[in-house]
Nanobody, 122 residues
Framework: QVHLVESGGGLAQPGGSLRLSCAAS????????MGWYRQAPGKQRELVASITKFGTRNYADFVKDRFTISRDNAENTVYLQMNSLKPDETAVYYC????????????????WGQGTQVTVSS
């Protein structure tokens, strides 16, 4: 029911910046938490940053002070501004959202985007 489309990935030089976007569409009740994960070749998928419906942000230690997650609730979109990128941050970045299963419920269902490739190289 919910479809996520990521954009903004690509090639960046070390120390450069990229801004990722993830737009949710379809029939939704209310998007709860939203987040970004990444998976490098041969590595496990890991949380990069998340943001609650109230705007509370959580960051992995390795991106704190360099990345900023934000959301536009009116457009059902979450962003990840990535600054001072490092080569070891080359990975596929995935958007993840949680939507309520029914009105008035605190149960959520998670949805994943298809991923967008981020390559940091000179």
């Amino acid at each position: 029911q919910v479809h996520l489309v990521e954009s903004g990935g690509g090639l960046a030089q070390p120390g450069g910046s990229l801004r990722l976007s993830c737009a949710a569409s379809g029939r939704m009740l209310r998007i709860n938490d939203m987040g970004w994960y990444r998976q490098a070749p041969g590595k496990q998928r890991e949380l990069v940053a998340s943001i609650t419906k109230f705007g509370t942000r959580n960051y992995a230690d390795f991106v704190k002070d360099r990345f900023t997650i934000s959301r536009d609730n009116a457009e059902n979109t979450v962003y990840l501004q990535m600054n001072s990128l490092k080569p070891d941050e080359t990975a596929v970045y995935y958007c993840h959202i949680e939507d309520l299963t029914n009105p008035g419920s605190n149960r959520v269902k998670g949805y994943w985007g298809q991923g967008t490739q981020v390559t940091v190289s000179s």
